[in-house]
Each structure stands twice: as C-alpha cells, then as structure tokens.
C-alpha cells in the first residue's frame, strides 16, 4: 500500500521567517494534493501538481514535485499568523483514491 | 467553499447503533470517495463510489457500508458503533475529466 510521510509533523514559527515541509511517498505517481485544514474544518484544496517539476505558487506557499524522487514541498515565505493551520499532502492512484500523509500542524507566533 | 454538503454536521451516537450520513456531490460530479478522520490524523480512504457502483475499498470492516444513488448522492452507513468510530466523516467528489477531489465540511460522528 502507498504510503505518505510528512515531515515535520509540528512547526513553530515566527511571522517573517521561511520554511519548508517535506512529503515523502513510497509508490511512483505523478498526482500530488495539498490541502489546509483549520481547527475543526474540512479540508481546502491548496495545489494540485499532475507533473514532474510541477511548481505552483498562491501567495505565500509554493508547492512543487519531483516524481522521480517521489518529493514534494510546500514552501512558505515570509510567514503571517493567518497561516496558521494543519497542511496535508495527499498522493493520487490512477483510481482517484487519495492517499494522506500524517500532516503538519503549522503555528506562526509573532 | 465547494458544492459538497454533508448532512448532519455532528451527530452523538451510542455504541452498538446504527448511524447513516449524508453526501451531495457537486454539480456534474459522477464520484464519491468517503474518508475517515480520526483526531490528530490524516483521513483515511473508507471506499469510493462511480456511478452507483463500488468502485474500490480501503482497509474497512463490512459494517461500514454505502450507497450511490442515480443523482450521484451518497451515504455512508455504519453499523454496530464502536467507540473507535468516533471521527471527522468526510465526503469528496470528483468527475473523471478533472483529477481534483472537493471535500464537503464533513459529519462530526462521537460515539459514546
């Protein structure tokens, strides 16, 4: 069965500061989710990245995919407490299952 | 937000009942996936639904159970609950022309 790996699964940061959480799948695929989840909530659709080299940006996060080493980050810049949230990858099989790594709860503090 | 609603939003129910939840799909959306969030945890694949059929199953007991009907609605059933059931139920839809699913907000399920 495919699996998915987040790491870190906990982030403190500071607003103004960058950095990246990883996802690590185990089984080739070339479909790749990120989703937010605030407390309590559903999940909101972030990127979607159907390609090696896929990179898509949407403010502050830029998401990108390297198939062949079965990678994909979620970058961050410049972080603002309004990012504060749980991000999920999410790993596509050609049946439209969705695989989801473990998440990453991200708190920005000022 | 997206076109998936689910109903009820929460829902208290005893151990050893029976409990059905409710999915719409989205408009022009023949797919239903069902996922299970237990706290703290990524969702789970419960099974899938195309075209009123069951379309794959993830590593779930046979008394969870569902239905597809002809609009693409769906519901999810489960049967003698157990306390571990207690969980984020959430629905998502999806076409076979777009490879994205559209969660709906999800039925809150404690069992006590």
């Known amino acids: 069965e495919l699996k998915v790996e987040q790491n870190p699964l906990f982030l403190s940061m500071q607003e103004g500061k960058n950095y990246t959480i990883y996802c690590n799948y185990s089984?080739?695929?070339?479909?790749l989710y990120w989703y937010r989840q605030d407390p309590g909530k559903s999940l909101e659709s972030l990127f979607v990245?159907?390609?090696?080299?896929a990179v898509k940006q949407e403010g502050r996060l830029m998401a990108s995919l390297d198939t062949k080493a079965r990678l994909s980050t979620l970058h961050i810049t410049a972080a603002v407490h309004d990012l504060s949230a749980t991000y999920f990858c999410a790993v596509g099989s050609t049946l439209g299952r969705l695989y989801f790594g473990r998440g990453t709860q991200l708190t920005v503090w000022p | 937000e997206t076109g998936v609603t689910q109903s009820p939003t929460h829902l208290i129910k005893t151990r050893g009942q029976q409990v059905t939840l409710r999915c719409s799909s989205q408009?022009?959306?023949?797919?239903v996936s069902w996922y299970q969030q237990a706290l703290g945890q990524g969702p789970q694949f419960i099974f899938q639904?195309?075209?009123?059929?069951?379309?794959g199953r993830g590593n779930f007991p046979p008394r969870f159970s569902g239905l597809q009907f002809p609009n693409y609605s769906s519901e999810l059933n489960v049967n003698a609950l157990e306390l571990d059931d207690s969980a984020l139920y959430l629905c998502?839809?999806?076409?076979?022309?777009?490879?994205?699913?559209?969660f709906g907000q999800g039925t809150r399920l404690t069992v006590v």
């Open positions: 998502a839809s999806s076409s076979g022309v777009v490879p994205e699913a559209f």
């Open positions: 089984t080739t695929s070339d479909r």
């Open positions: 990245l159907l390609s090696n080299g």
């Open positions: 639904y195309y075209r009123e059929e069951e379309n």
């Open positions: 408009s022009g959306h023949n797919t």
